[in-house]
């Protein structure tokens, strides 16, 4: 965003609305300078960054201060009078509290532009200022956060999601947040240390609003790996040493290495289904034989948690019955996959969380390191940005099935198989 250029909108939930000005002479006294336009994007930014996963904001008190002049006294204001309350811990350097509209004043938000142009130019300062100290984690992927910069939304998702999501819900206001802070030119980018994937504010956001993106005025279209996360661990069942150098335990590096795999006929199978695409309707087939009738989506849940649960009878009913089937149905699988996930004990990258955490490095290491960078060298010119386990590019460079072509080849080096790419097209 850039002052003159673009509008800037605020979220504010249609409750704190209504009781607005009861709101502001209760606080108005108990800060020097009070403005209302400070107060209103306080309280829009906890809207704007409400989280998909959590339905709560994840927010830094000091980027709070650079975002807003005192807003920290103006949020402290806001959770004494039971409208925004806090939860969680703040861990410097780990984690920061989350924040939420109490119940009482969660509602529909309602989008109204900003016009102070003095606020609005901290508000750049802060963002800027905050990307500039992203940037040392982010080294080695200027080409993707390149085209971040230039991401725009199209004003027509708002009429989407009006018709097609139930006003005032979690799901309607996560997308009225995620939309507004593209408009606004709140573009956010990170690498996660622990699992080395990049996050933006396309990797955060809702399917639904993805065909509305632009970069450079151009539509993307998405590549997706169909079933990434099972077709990605059927390398730990070919050659689980080829991985090794991308853990971060060099005992578990070891045991990768010496992990003696051979192709029988339920690993041969497992591999068949996984990369025909087929894994989990065959596995809603056989759940159904045994009395366990789920649809597609919740098969799909199941073995997730098959694979990256710990190695332990489930309390669960349905994830009980559901992995014993896998089980009995895949016994060299299961097997392989329980070594690799190992105990309980000791901190993520040694416990039952490094087999979860093993294929997301796997995926970030081919979406990033490979593919995305092959695709910079071999096409210039061509827009391409990562969604963890998927490519966006654009439509009209023209250069959709020459990706797809990069992907399919870098995949099947590596995994030993051929991926099935899934394109996910653009609105008419």
């Known amino acids: 965003m850039k002052t003159g250029e673009?509008?800037?909108y605020q979220l504010i939930p249609e409750k704190v609305l209504q009781n607005f000005t009861t709101i502001e002479d209760l606080i108005r006294p108990k800060i020097k300078g009070y403005s209302t336009d400070n107060l209103k994007e306080i309280i829009s930014i906890v809207a704007c960054h409400t989280r998909k996963d959590k339905g709560s904001s994840q927010l830094q008190m000091t980027y709070i201060r650079k975002l807003v002049v005192h807003g920290d006294k103006y949020l402290l204001a806001l959770i004494v009078l039971?409208?925004?309350?806090?939860s969680g811990h703040a861990i410097k350097g780990q984690s920061s509290y989350q924040y939420c509209f109490t119940d009482k004043y969660q509602s529909r938000y309602i989008s109204m532009p900003l016009n102070n142009a003095k606020l609005i130019r901290r508000i750049e300062m802060a963002q800027t200022k905050a990307r500039k100290e992203i940037a040392k984690s982010i080294w080695g992927h200027s080409?993707?956060?390149k085209y971040l910069k230039l991401l725009t939304i199209d004003p027509s998702c708002f009429a989407f999601i009006e018709a097609n999501y139930i006003v005032g819900t979690d799901k309607y206001n996560y997308l009225i947040a995620s939309a507004t802070r593209i408009m606004n030119g709140n573009i956010s980018y990170k690498v996660d240390s622990t699992s080395g994937r990049f996050h933006s504010n396309v990797t955060n956001m809702a399917k639904g609003l993805r065909p509305f993106l632009r970069i450079i005025g151009d539509p993307l279209v998405n590549l997706?790996?169909?079933?990434s996360q099972p077709y990605l661990s059927t390398v730990l069942l070919t050659n689980p040493g080829k991985v090794s150098h991308l853990t971060k335990n060099p005992a578990f590096a070891l045991?990768?290495?010496s992990l003696k795999v051979t192709l029988n006929q339920d690993v041969s199978k497992y591999v068949l289904l996984v990369n025909s695409g087929q894994i989990y309707e065959y596995l809603m087939t056989e759940f159904l034989k045994e009395g366990l009738e789920l649809t597609r989506n919740e098969t799909k849940v199941q073995v997730l948690r098959i694979l990256f649960a710990r190695n332990r009878i489930p309390k669960d009913e349905i994830n009980r019955k559901a992995r014993l089937i896998f089980k009995n149905r895949f016994p060299t699988v299961h097997r392989i996959f329980s070594k690799i996930r190992g105990s309980e004990k000791?901190?993520?990258?040694?416990?039952?969380?490094?087999?979860a955490i093993l294929l997301q490095r796997i995926e970030s290491y081919l979406m990033l390191d490979v593919i995305l960078k092959r695709i910079y060298k071999e096409l210039p010119g061509t827009i391409a940005i990562t969604v963890h386990d998927s490519i966006m590019t654009g439509v009209l460079t023209n250069n959709v099935e020459a990706v797809c072509k990069i992907m399919i080849e870098e995949l099947t080096f590596f995994v030993g198989f051929a991926p099935n790419i899934k394109i996910e097209g653009i609105i008419e």
């Open 6 to 8: 673009h509008k800037y």
């Open 82 to 86: 039971n409208i925004i309350q806090r």
């Open 143 to 145: 080409g993707q956060v």
């Open 224 to 227: 997706d790996i169909k079933n």
């Open 255 to 257: 045991l990768l290495k």
């Open 346 to 355: 000791g901190d993520k990258f040694t416990n039952f969380k490094r087999f």
